[in-house]
């Protein structure tokens, strides 16, 4: 095998690794919206995200079958309940879903500085938020580390231009994606696990904090 050859088929490989990394992203995102059980069954959910922990280096399988158990077994009200009382309230919020609570423990309120720097970044990657939240939600945080991961998984260089506006210079992906998993994202993780796994008393939401805990753990140590 030649070397061009060599270095090209490890390029794959990364990408490859960085598309199931994207998926693992995406997937625990989609868990932490309000949940649709009838959606998360027919579109194999569970299955899904155990296929791409694995493939990322995060195996969850146990955890993941926990998932899918939990959501045959609850219906459709009960895991609203849940996901209610967890991250909704209405009196007290048991497990606040937004990183500025737990990264300025001082005020312990939303859109906080970090909520705002958060925001920021969005905006720097070219993104528009849709969602009618504060931008450190966790879903939306897990969305943005899918959607660079994605962008880091094309293994061939940007198009001159293709990233830039008005003369900027390319997206760093891999720098954006490292310093907003070691400020914003990774940093409020176990304590936000530890709040739900406290109050959980449904197995989707206590597999999914191990996956989500198991994850960011691995992340962490490929990436800072």
């Not at 299955?47 to 791409?52: E, R, S, Y």
Request: hydrophobic share 40%; charged share 25%; with cysteine.
């Amino acid at each position: 095998m030649s070397s061009k050859t060599s270095k090209k088929s490890k390029k794959q490989e990364g990408a490859s690794l960085e598309v199931w990394r994207s998926d693992a992203y995406r997937l625990l995102a989609a868990c932490f919206y309000e949940p649709d059980r009838e959606m998360f069954l027919s579109e194999k959910l569970t299955a899904n995200l155990a296929a791409a922990l694995r493939e990322a280096g995060a195996p969850a399988d146990e955890a993941c079958r926990s998932m899918e158990e939990s959501l045959r077994q609850s219906s459709q009200e009960e895991l609203l309940v849940e996901y209610s009382a967890l991250f909704l309230g209405p009196f007290k919020v048991l497990a606040v879903p937004h990183g500025s609570v737990y990264l300025e423990p001082a005020s312990r309120q939303l859109m906080g500085r970090t909520s705002v720097r958060v925001g920021d970044l969005y905006k720097f990657a070219g993104l528009a938020q849709e969602e009618n939240e504060p931008p450190d939600h966790i879903a939306l945080e897990l969305e943005f580390m899918a959607f660079l991961s994605l962008k880091l998984s094309n293994p061939e260089p940007a198009a001159a231009g293709e990233d830039a506006e008005e003369g900027l210079p390319p997206l760093d992906s891999a720098g954006l994606r490292a310093e907003f998993l070691r400020d914003l994202l990774a940093p409020w993780i176990p304590p936000f696990c530890a709040a739900i796994r406290e109050h959980a008393e449904l197995g989707f939401y206590r597999g999914l904090v191990d996956c989500l805990e198991g994850f960011i753990a691995v992340e962490k140590a490929a990436h800072l």
